[in-house]
């Protein structure tokens, strides 16, 4: 969404309005935001099983635009931009989870490998090789990249909302993401710690798994670019996107216990 160029400045839009005492040209603002609305939905839906569809992502994501317009105060001092950004990609991410497409019992599979990750690194003191995991979960090296290539599919929601997949656990990202949902001053303070938090897991990251989370996540480049500068097949930089992700969802919910 940050590559979207404008040549009118939603914030600014809304606060002239405002001041005015008009209501926002809300078909306008649609529209000068739905090219990157359209952009961010096709890269989410890259890493998307099929039957999940662009036009279904794009429309969520206009809701949460509306959304922002109807609750938008510019008196909190952050640019409209900004914040109605932050709601659409929150409204896609709502709404695959509503859709509830990946199996609950995949769900705590993947819980599962990101425990065993985070109880070695707490023991060793840094991140496990996959030996090491495999060690711990009693099963073979190539068992635990079969089990990482299936997490592969819930990746979608690894960096914008890590979230632990545990039920039985209220403790946890969840349950901070939940109670600033409650309390909507808290979403701006919320987003600075997120996101100093996850800078700091990243860079705890090895250095092959941070180049692939900047590669993928920062420059935008897919898996298969990824695989031919580091000269691996795809499956497996899948499973080392996969890995890292596991890292980051067990620091990011330390953090918030």
Same mark, same amino acid.
């Given at each position: 969404m940050a590559q979207t160029q404008t040549a009118l400045s939603p914030g600014k839009t809304r606060k002239t309005t405002a001041r005015k005492g008009r209501k926002p040209d809300r078909e306008a603002i649609v529209q000068e935001f739905l090219p990157g609305i359209r952009i961010h939905a096709a890269r989410m839906k890259l890493r998307l099983p099929p039957h999940i569809e662009t036009d279904d992502l794009v429309s969520s994501g206009v809701v949460g635009l509306l959304d922002a317009l109807d609750r938008y105060d510019d008196s909190r001092g952050i640019k409209f931009k900004t914040y109605a950004e932050f709601r659409i990609r929150g409204a896609m991410l709502d709404y695959l989870r509503e859709m509830d497409w990946f199996p609950r019992s995949a769900r705590q599979h993947s819980t599962r490998l990101q425990h065993a990750y985070a109880r070695l690194e707490n023991v060793l003191g840094r991140p496990p090789e996959e030996e090491e995991v495999a060690k711990e979960l009693g099963i073979s090296v190539e068992e635990l990249r079969k089990q990482l290539a299936m997490f592969t599919g819930m990746t979608v929601f690894s960096l914008d909302a890590l979230q632990d997949e545990d039920e039985e656990n209220g403790a946890g990202l969840r349950h901070v993401m939940a109670a600033a949902a409650m309390d909507e001053s808290r979403e701006e303070e919320l987003t600075r710690e997120l996101k100093d938090v996850l800078g700091k897991a990243i860079d705890m990251?090895? &250095? #092959?798994?941070?180049?692939? $989370?900047?590669?993928?996540?920062?420059?935008?480049?897919?898996?298969?670019? $990824?695989s #031919?500068?580091? @000269?691996? @097949? &795809?499956? #497996? $930089?899948?499973?080392?996107?996969?890995?890292?992700?596991?890292?980051? #969802? @067990?620091?990011?919910n330390r953090h918030f216990r």
């Open positions: 990251l090895p &250095e #092959r798994e941070q180049q692939l $989370i900047a590669f993928y996540y920062f420059e935008d480049l897919t898996l298969r670019e $990824i #031919r500068i580091f @000269g691996l @097949g &795809e499956p #497996r $930089i899948c499973q080392l996107h996969a890995q890292a992700v596991l890292r980051l #969802r @067990g620091k990011m």
